[in-house]
């Protein structure tokens, strides 16, 4: 997992290793390890507290280049061969993973789980994991899954083939681009319901959650990934929607809350577009 703080860090450790970790290693062994990639400039501050209360838990140190290039740094030191990428605002949504893991793990599929709220999640919160919900059901079709980067599951066999994750996309969406090659690679992605994570994440209120999706589409126009245009977005608007109605998981709420975070995303990458046309000008 990629961290750059201990906020959220503490309390999915305290997760993994209290439910998960010990589903593993209750009948002897140690057949599992929890790597954290840091990317902070500064040291773990809580690094030998951590790791002298499990050892299980291992840190290395990530370069600084963004979350892509921390989750190349743990995949790359990992002991075993078989990786859960994790995001570290994240926390398991269940609690006994061995069925998945000693039967339905396939070697040569993706997994990935979905994004579910908290309890005590406000509104925010809510409609940013509803339109992370809505996008992965409306950018799925019946061979393939769209898959989310805070649960990610596979080999590391699979991530050599396939190649490491772009360490030039710098904002949200960074695993975007690496499941696209998963695709082509003629590999399997499957969502399991046991790597289906509660998403805390850190952003809090309206304009931080605002300002987070224009990042992300400014970010994506930046680094000039393919992206359609208007009006395909706008088709993808309703695709979103419709996955969401759908589903009947979602309150309306959630869903206009969606829709808001969605155009945020829209006018960073509209602004992006702009900003690169005028550039090329000069």
Known sequence: MPS?????????????????VGAFTKDGGDSVEVLVAWDAKTSAPRRREFEQAWRQVRFVQAQVAGVNAARNCGIENAKFDRIWLLDDDVLPAHTNPVDFWRSDFDDRK??????????????AMRSANCLARMWRRSASHPRQEALLGGSLSFTRQVWREVGRFSEAWEYGGTETEWLFRVWRAGYESIHHSQLDVWHVGRSRSWPQHLRAFWRQGLGKARTRQALPSLGKR????????VAGSNSGRETIGDQVGAVVLWSAALAGTLYGRVENALNRRH
């Open 4 to 20: 750059q703080g201990d906020l959220t860090l503490k309390a999915l450790l305290d997760a993994l290793l209290n439910s998960w």
């Open 110 to 123: 993706v997994w990935g789980g979905e994004y579910w709220s908290p309890p005590e999640a406000g509104q």
């Open 234 to 241: 706008m088709a993808q608007l309703s695709r979103l929607v």
